[in-house]
C-alpha cells in the first residue's frame, strides 16, 4: 500500500470575518435570483435543491476551495464533484458568478447545444469535474480522486456533494467502506440532509435516520452544520481539515427551496421550475425579502 500522505502545501484560512460573511451572503442570493431566471427560461428543471444548496455552494467557491477559473484544469486546484447532479442550476449559477463562463449562457440551461445540460457533464463546461446523472456514482468518483491525491502526495483536496435521497443507494456505502479503509482524510462529502426527494420526505419513504451513527459505523468523521448558515458551513469545512485520519462527512441541514417562501419545505418543487410572469417574480421577491432581512442583521 502507498504512503498515503498529502504533500506539502499551504491551505486557506478559513477565518471568516463579519465584512466577508455578508459579502458572501449576499452573493448566495444574487445566485438564488440567477437560479429563478434560468428555470424560468428553461421552461424546466430542479428548483428546491439548487435554492436549498446556495450557500453552501458560495462558501465553497468564493471562500473553502483552492481553484482558479482563469486555470480551471491547473493541476493543483481542489476538486469538486456533483453527485446529486439534477441541482447543476447552482452549480452553474456559482461558476458563472466566479469567472468561469459568461453570465449570459446562464439562459441556455437545457437548450439544445448549450453547454449547460440538465446534468454537468465533463468536458463540455470549465469548472464541472465530473458527469453526474447516476445518483450515487458521485461518491465513487470522489474518492477514486482523493486516493490518486494521496497516492501522488498532491496537495488537493476533494469535495463531494450528494443528495440524502441518494444515500438509498448501494454504491454510496461501498464508496464509504473504501474511504473509510484508506483514511482518506482528504476527501469531505457534504450531503444536502433537505429530507425531501422526489416521491415525497425521505423518512417515510426509505428512513434514512440515525444517519450520522452510520456513517461513523464506516469509519467517518460526522459533523452536523445548519447548511443555510454560511458561518456555521464554514466551521464545519474547519472542522474536517482538522480530521487528519479519516474521511469528514458534513450532514448539512438544508431548508428546500430556501429564500422563496412557497417552496421551502415543499418536495413537489423538487422537480419542477416556476412559471413564468406573476409566479417567478414572486419568488424573486421573497429571495430578495429575506436577502434583505439576512444583511440587516450585520448592520
Known amino acids: 500500500m502507498p504512503n498515503l500522505t498529502l504533500g506539502p502545501t499551504v491551505r486557506k484560512n478559513l477565518h471568516l470575518h463579519e465584512k466577508k460573511l455578508k459579502s458572501l451572503e449576499e452573493r448566495a442570493f444574487a445566485i438564488r435570483e440567477d437560479i429563478i431566471d434560468m428555470l424560468v427560461e428553461a421552461g424546466s428543471g430542479h428548483s428546491a435543491g439548487p435554492l436549498g444548496m446556495a450557500d453552501i455552494f458560495t462558501a465553497l467557491y468564493f471562500h473553502v476551495m483552492v481553484h ?27 461558476l458563472a ?28 463546461l470549465p469548472g464541472v ?12 468518483q470522489a474518492v477514486g480522486l482523493a486516493y490518486a491525491a494521496l497516492m501522488d502526495r498532491r ?33 469531505t462529502f457534504i450531503i444536502d440532509r433537505n429530507n425531501i426527494q422526489i416521491d415525497g420526505n425521505t423518512e417515510e419513504i ?34 474536517a481539515h482538522g480530521m487528519s485520519e479519516k474521511p469528514s462527512v458534513i450532514i448539512a441541514d438544508t431548508i428546500p427551496g430556501y429564500g422563496v417562501d412557497f417552496m421551502e419545505y415543499d418536495f ?32
Open 129 to 140: 469535474e465530473n458527469t453526474a446523472g447516476p445518483l450515487g456514482d458521485g461518491s465513487s
Open 155 to 187: 496537495p488537493w483536496r476533494v469535495y463531494c456533494v450528494m443528495s440524502d435521497g441518494e444515500l438509498e443507494c448501494g454504491i454510496t456505502w461501498e464508496a464509504m467502506l473504501f474511504a473509510g479503509r484508506n483514511r482518506l482524510y482528504n476527501c
Open 97 to 124: 458568478s466566479a469567472g468561469y463562463f459568461p453570465k449570459r449562457e446562464l439562459m441556455t440551461l437545457r437548450k439544445l447545444g448549450s453547454q449547460l445540460q440538465g446534468h454537468p457533464e465533463r468536458g463540455r
Open 206 to 239: 426509505m428512513p434514512l435516520e440515525p444517519l450520522a451513527a452510520k456513517f461513523e459505523s464506516f469509519n467517518l468523521n460526522v459533523i452536523r452544520c445548519a447548511g443555510n448558515s454560511i458561518n456555521d458551513f464554514i466551521s464545519a469545512v474547519e472542522r
Open 268 to 299: 413537489r418543487w423538487h422537480g419542477i421550475p416556476p412559471k413564468p410572469g406573476e409566479e417567478s417574480m414572486r419568488a424573486i421577491e421573497s429571495i430578495r425579502t429575506l436577502g434583505g432581512r439576512i444583511q440587516s442583521e450585520h448592520e
Open 68 to 94: 482558479d477559473p482563469k486555470r480551471p484544469e491547473w493541476a493543483d486546484r481542489d476538486r469538486f464533484i456533483l453527485s446529486n447532479g439534477h441541482i447543476c442550476p447552482v452549480q452553474y449559477a456559482t
